[in-house]
């Protein structure tokens, strides 16, 4: 009985601050604007990694195309990027 009592509480907890703040899902991985896309897009095809796990995560999460989100990793994973590679395992894994 009280095993439950704590398990509900805490669940109640959890989904009053997720209400509170009122943060949409997945919009941490939105660009602000069409400029900021293609300048990170940009960059990553440049060479930087960073953006290409950027560009990853956006694809993934914000879009829900797992293709272009392991087009962007596997670039990022064949210029040495450790993240990269990782990510690509657990994306696998599913």
């Known amino acids: ?3 439950s009592f704590l398990l509900m509480a805490a669940f109640a907890m959890g ?3 997720c209400v509170q703040y009122g943060v949409p899902p997945n919009v941490q991985y939105y660009f602000k604007s069409k400029n900021q896309l293609r300048a ?3 960059d990553a095809l440049l060479g930087d990694n960073v953006s290409a796990r950027r560009m990853a995560d956006y ?4 879009r829900n ?3 272009l989100s392991v087009w962007w990793l596997k670039l990022a ?3 040495g ?7 690509l395992r657990g994306i696998e894994r599913e």
């Open 15 to 17: 989904l009053s601050g």
């Open 65 to 67: 195309d797992r293709g």
């Open 81 to 87: 990027d450790s993240v990269a590679r990782e990510n």
């Open 1 to 3: 009985m009280k095993s």
């Open 77 to 79: 994973a064949s210029r």
């Open 59 to 62: 694809y993934y999460f914000a």
């Open 40 to 42: 990170t897009e940009r």
